[in-house]
């Protein structure tokens, strides 16, 4: 049964990187949707963790305590 469940969840992953674009780095922001200080390296390949609306924005978390705005990435 555990097995099952560790498949199941392994193969609804969802990958994302991020898009190409002129400056060659996107902003990362925080879970209120606020920009940090922190920046991501365009064709960056990230596994989605949650993805929420805050402010009409909607963003994915790649990590702990980074976000990044689903206009910037691109799903893999």
């Known amino acids: ?4 469940i560790l498949q199941s969840r392994r193969a609804t992953r969802s990958f994302f990187v991020v898009k190409d674009t002129k400056n060659q780095k996107v902003t990362v922001y925080n879970k209120n949707a606020k920009k940090t200080s922190r920046k991501v390296a365009m064709g960056s390949t990230y596994t989605a963790k949650a993805v929420k609306k ?9 990590n702990k305590s980074q976000w990044l705005n689903t206009k910037d990435v691109v799903k893999d």
């Open 1 to 4: 049964m555990l097995q099952l």
């Open 54 to 62: 805050v402010h009409s924005t909607k963003i994915v978390r790649i």
